[in-house]
């Protein structure tokens, strides 16, 4: 589910690493939006920090390590030193060239958040256009959203295998939407907020969702196919199911496999592919944690009940 894209090799140019990080992505159907991308150099090159090229986008940072007076650079010259806390969020805009000194190991989250995103999420909730970020040089947020949101993504970075698609969509789409309303003023719009799909919605997303248990659909494909915006489309999927898309399905992978494991006597390496799950150690975890018992006990639990 990672791959390296443009967003990684940019990054590890700016930051002179040397092989280029993996990224989770979101695309909407017209390419690329929202990229996220892990950063770490326990023993960096030393100097100034790369450019990105001048554009109408953001990085939303999250620290995991502190850095001590660090140097910042902005439009091409020496700004201040701050100290950067591990855990703080900061935001830079791409079009004032946001530089540093590397000068000591440093570990970080970025998120690459494009103006075209911010105008999508707008369009689509039809509100105003979300103006200026609260891009201040040098100015942590201690931001909970933020850091839960990362340490999420921060595990699918980590098992791109077993990170579906609909997933990274759900953390993306609800990035976006917390960095439009705490750093840009966004305010909720005149798209309904209350009120599930119609019955024939919510069958043809379940029929669409349940033909693809390894989750490679995103969720902009399943909703424009009911022309809503990827928010109404999950808020609305979650008010007549119970359930986010990306627990919905997961919920039908362990069905799936509950029920490979009572009609079938096929090995549990087999039964995972095909219920979905990248591998039997995903399966067994995810199952383990959701039923209480490893799939091996459960099964073991549901012959002897069955022949008794």
Not at 65 to 87: F, I, Q, S, T
Not at 142 to 168: K, V
Request: glycine share 8%.
């Amino acid at each position: 589910m990672t791959q390296t894209g443009a967003f990684g090799q940019r990054l590890a140019q700016v930051l002179h690493l040397k092989d280029a990080p993996p990224s989770l992505i979101t695309r909407s159907l017209r390419g690329m939006e929202l990229a996220v991308t892990e950063t770490r150099d326990d023993n960096p090159v030393p100097g100034l920090s790369g450019s990105f090229s001048l554009e109408d986008a953001f990085l939303v940072s999250l620290k995991l390590h502190n850095y001590p007076d660090c140097e910042l650079w902005e439009n091409g010259k020496c700004v201040m030193r701050a100290d950067v806390p591990a855990g703080a969020t900061y935001l830079y805009d791409l079009k004032h060239d946001p530089r540093y000194v590397i000068d000591k190991p440093f570990h970080s989250l970025f998120f690459y958040l494009p103006r075209s995103a911010l105008d999508g999420l707008t369009e689509q909730s039809r509100t105003p256009r979300v103006g200026q970020l609260a891009c201040q040089l040098g100015v942590g947020h201690d931001d909970a959203i933020i850091r839960h949101i990362g340490a999420s993504l921060q595990q699918g970075l980590r098992r791109p295998d077993e990170t579906n698609q609909l997933f990274i969509d759900h953390m993306m789409v609800a990035l976006t939407a917390h960095v439009a309303q705490a750093y840009g003023g966004l305010r909720p719009g005149s798209e309904p907020t209350r009120g599930g799909l119609a019955p024939w919605q919510v069958k043809r997303a379940c029929e669409r969702l349940d033909s693809d248990l390894g989750g490679k659909l995103s969720l902009q494909q399943i909703a424009a196919e009911f022309d809503l915006s990827v928010s109404h489309f999950s808020r609305a999927f979650r008010i007549s199911t119970g359930l986010p898309p990306h627990q919905w399905l997961l919920r039908q992978r362990l069905k799936a496999a509950k029920q490979l494991m009572t009609v079938r006597d096929l090995p549990l390496s087999e039964i995972a592919i095909s219920a979905g799950f990248a591998n039997q150690s995903h399966f067994t975890r995810v199952f383990s944690a959701a039923v209480g018992v490893s799939p091996g006990a459960w099964r073991r639990e549901t012959q002897g009940a069955r022949e008794s």
